[in-house]
């Protein structure tokens, strides 16, 4: 298989935000500032790529029957680790992702492409992808975490841009998060149909 | 290589492996991480009561009293001395009445109550307007500020109250679970003032000992 197809298609193609609508849960609530898209985003490649390679190793040593539970125990493991080392070594970004951190374990797209891909591919194809998909979340939430931060307080990655009075509010709460992923949505529609 | 087949004994054989391995290895970064959490949670610590009781030379996490206010709070009290003398307090304090459930604040206190600074240390209130409070009631503008204020002499209860404190725009129910937390903080020290004190006496024999 053509790696770099296989590592670009989660940017745009099969983007998991845009394109797949997965992992909605952390998409819609951490995205409140640029910087925590961009967090959760890189904690959660961090995920993919690990439990991606543990399943295209183990994958055939596990039985088709408790396939589920055992791709979920290593999920669970490692989504453990990076909150244990988040809160180890970047407690301030722990503090604000916090709740969040756990509930990468129940992200689909983490369980969806080791289910989808690592089961059925070689470990090499499978970082590939888990690194292609990653970022391509990381990437979407950042632009979600980046417009909304913008429009609702007027920062970028915490930079003033105007000052906040002017800002609209309503982005940084969490129907703002419906308003800005559906225009963001509909705006990748438009540009695909084009291409 | 054939899959291995889906009979009972292949099935917990496997689940056990699996659970066992993730076991240990979290087991391993728990104790390669215990330290650098302990040591982070005691930085975030140092640095708020720095920021609220500066000048200080001792070290108030190891002189702390864990006491409990009339409303069944668990508050904090670090006592910041200079040489040996009572400079100022830091408590941390809470109230469950805000917004979205508890606000927990450190605030520095002079050993007379009067207010020398805050930090807010956990909240899970509304991102751009209960959120303010960790500058809101720092910025000298109109009646903001609660900086020098004193719990007893000034009315520190928000403009809707009858009081002196202007609320954060729209977060009116962030704002007066600010306010309750540090007069919680007031209230715990001035009933607790004779243990804080007494400490203080015992301190100098203490270290004395050490020394």
């Given amino acids: 298989m053509n790696q770099w197809k296989n590592f670009s298609k989660g940017f745009f193609k099969e983007n998991a935000v845009f394109t797949l609508l997965l992992g909605m849960c952390p998409t819609l609530g951490v995205t409140s500032s640029a910087i925590n898209g961009l967090g959760m985003g890189l904690a959660t490649t961090f995920v993919l790529v690990m ?24 999920i669970a493991t490692f989504v453990t680790i990076v909150e244990m080392i988040m809160q180890a070594y970047l407690p301030s970004l722990f503090d604000a992702l916090g709740l ?56 970028l ?3 003033v841009i105007y000052p906040d009075q002017y800002g609209m509010l309503v982005f940084v709460l969490a129907p703002g998060a419906f308003i800005a992923l559906g225009y963001l949505i509909a705006f990748i529609n438009r540009v695909k149909e084009k291409a | 290589m054939a899959k291995t087949e889906s009979t009972l004994k292949n099935m917990v054989l496997t689940l056990l492996v699996i659970t066992v391995i993730a076991g240990a290895s979290l087991g391993f970064v728990y104790k390669l991480t215990k330290e650098p959490i302990a040591l982070a949670k005691l930085n975030k610590q140092q640095t708020a009561i720095k920021e609220v009781v500066p000048g200080f030379n001792n070290n108030p996490g190891e002189e702390v009293l864990e006491l409990t206010s009339k409303e069944g709070f ?24 805000g917004f979205g459930g508890d606000v927990k604040i450190m605030v520095g206190l002079k050993p007379d109550g009067t207010i020398i600074n805050y930090q807010v240390l956990e909240h899970k209130e509304t991102p ?37 404190v202007d609320a ?34 015992s301190q100098p024999t203490a270290e004395g000992g050490v020394q």
């Fill in chain 2, 128 to 164: 751009g307007l209960g959120t303010k409070m960790d500058v809101w009631f720092k910025t000298d503008k109109g009646h903001q500020s609660v900086l020098g204020k004193h719990p007893e002499k000034n009315n520190l209860t928000v403009s809707k109250d009858g009081g002196e």
């Fill in chain 1, 51 to 74: 439990s991606n390679l543990v399943v295209a190793l183990i994958k055939d040593f596990i039985p088709d029957k408790v396939r589920i539970p055992s791709f979920i125990v290593v």
């Fill in chain 2, 74 to 97: 668990n508050i904090k009290v670090f006592p910041a001395r200079k040489d040996g003398e009572l400079i100022g307090v830091a408590i941390e304090t809470m109230t469950n009445t």
């Fill in chain 1, 100 to 155: 969040f951190i756990p509930l990468i374990v129940v992200n689909c797209v983490v369980l969806g492409r080791a289910e989808a891909f690592a089961s059925k591919n070689s470990p090499v194809s499978s970082i590939i992808d888990g690194l292609g998909m990653g970022l391509g979340f990381a990437m979407a939430l950042t632009i979600l975490g980046s417009v909304r931060e913008l429009l609702g307080s007027g920062k």
């Fill in chain 2, 168 to 201: 954060i725009t729209a977060a009116t129910i962030s704002s007066r679970a600010f306010l309750k937390a540090v007069r919680v903080a007031y209230d715990t020290y001035t009933e607790n003032s004779g243990k804080i004190a007494s400490a203080q006496n």
């Fill in chain 1, 157 to 159: 990655f915490g930079n």
